[in-house]
């Protein structure tokens, strides 16, 4: 065969080649960014799953865990039916993968974890991109070339050396010595491969090793840095709840608590607040979080006024249909509190939330009750009547100015 049938033949050859690299890397790459990412959030899942095994309080830890951790998006608790008890964190955003952990008493923990990338995958793709196009130049290269003995054994050489930086090694940089001098082509390949080495060896000192899974997910406080902002509690309560848990099927107690905590975290949830807490007598939501709002105080006396809205509603519907009536009463507190610079998850949320629990407790059926704090802040916008209770001057909602919230 003459040098310009070889010449076509190797062409033919290296444009098959070329292909079949791209295929088999495109595949290979592909395969091996979703097998990893998603083999990271199966750890995490058991990594948390583990903190769960001892039965210990779940509103506690997972508290804990949303307020370390920033890559989980909530958890909830489910009964042996299915049937929501408690939920912590919020569904908002796209990327949340979830993930069903058992527990001890037979209920269910649902844990949303948020889909990141890694940054060790991100330089993987980049090494993988890399040799790939190194391969395709040098393949095209030597479909176009006279397969002379001196280019076989540059080949060799760049072959090996390839070889040594899939394995990590960046120290395998070709050298460039006077019998290349007349083959400019093999020259630049040469260079470009020692450039692409140095590149991907200042990209490995970059990257850092990850941090392996520990036991544990609660860190200090102190290693993040906190700011203060205002968060409102809203506790909207049911009354008289354990004499209605005895009197009432319970069947038709627990569907009716259903489409109550569904209509009210729907509301709550269109003024801009986060359902912290479902308990079976109360509802706990707070406003101003994860992100800042305008007037959360405002968004959650409106959220109040159509929650009882809602359930008068309902115990409406009750009465007509011959059935035991239920009735509700809501209390709203607010207090400065550190928030995690991270997360965006307030600190220190009990003992506001403890405050808000107390003033719904005191409450009068079927009023919001606010604390100074809140009616100091709203006050050009409502009208209150003024109450003297256990925690002291407190104020009924009476009228909300129309409008004041725009969606």
Avoid at 92 to 100: P, S, T, V
Avoid at 392 to 406: A, D, P
Wanted: net charge negative; glycine share 6%.
């Amino acid at each position: 065969m003459d040098s310009s049938g070889m010449r076509g033949f190797g062409a033919k050859g290296g444009f098959t080649l070329v292909l079949i690299v791209m295929m088999v890397s495109a595949v290979v790459a592909v395969f091996c960014s979703f097998f990893y990412s998603s083999r990271i959030l199966g750890h995490k899942a058991d990594e948390i799953e583990t903190l769960f095994k001892d039965g210990s309080d779940f509103s506690r830890i997972a508290k804990s865990v949303l307020n370390s951790r920033p890559d989980v998006a909530y958890l909830k608790l489910l009964d042996e039916n299915g049937i929501l008890k408690e939920s912590f964190g919020g569904e908002n955003g796209n990327g949340i993968k979830e993930f069903e952990l058992p527990s001890v008493d037979n209920s269910t923990i649902m844990l949303g974890l948020k889909e990141f990338s890694d940054k060790n995958l991100i330089f993987y793709s980049l090494l993988w991109s890399v040799l790939i196009g190194v391969v395709l130049g040098s393949v095209c290269f030597f479909a176009t070339s006279f397969f002379s003995s001196d280019q076989s054994v540059y080949f060799e050489r760049l072959v090996s050396s390839m070889k040594r930086v899939s394995r990590g090694d960046f120290s395998a940089k070709l050298d460039i010595d006077e019998s290349m001098y007349d083959e400019s082509a093999m020259m630049r390949v040469y260079e470009s491969f020692n450039q692409m080495v140095d590149q991907l060896k200042r990209k490995d000192e970059s990257v850092k090793e990850p941090h392996s899974f520990q036991p544990t997910v609660v860190v200090s406080e102190s290693r993040e840095q906190s700011k203060l902002r205002r968060v409102t509690a809203l506790v909207a309560k049911i009354s008289d709840f354990e004499e209605l848990s005895t009197k009432l099927d319970s069947t038709d107690f627990t569907s009716f608590l259903t489409d109550y905590r569904k209509a009210a975290s729907s509301i709550i949830s269109d003024y801009g607040g986060v359902v912290e807490a479902l308990l079976q007598d109360e509802i706990v939501a707070l406003f101003n979080v994860p992100d800042e709002q305008d007037t959360p105080q405002l968004r959650a006396i409106c959220a109040a006024v159509e929650v009882l809205q809602v359930l008068a509603t309902m115990s409406r519907q009750r009465k007509i249909e011959g059935k035991e009536t239920i009735s509700g009463k809501v209390g709203i507190d607010e207090k400065p509190l550190p928030f995690y610079s991270e997360s965006g998850m307030p600190k220190n949320v009990k003992e506001l939330v403890t405050v808000a629990r107390g003033i719904s407790g005191e409450a009068p059926l079927w009023k919001v009750i606010v604390s100074p704090e809140v009616y100091k802040t709203v006050s050009k916008h409502v009208e209150v009547s003024e109450l003297a209770l256990n925690h002291g001057k407190l104020f009924s909602i009476v009228g909300v100015e129309e409008g004041v919230i725009q969606f």
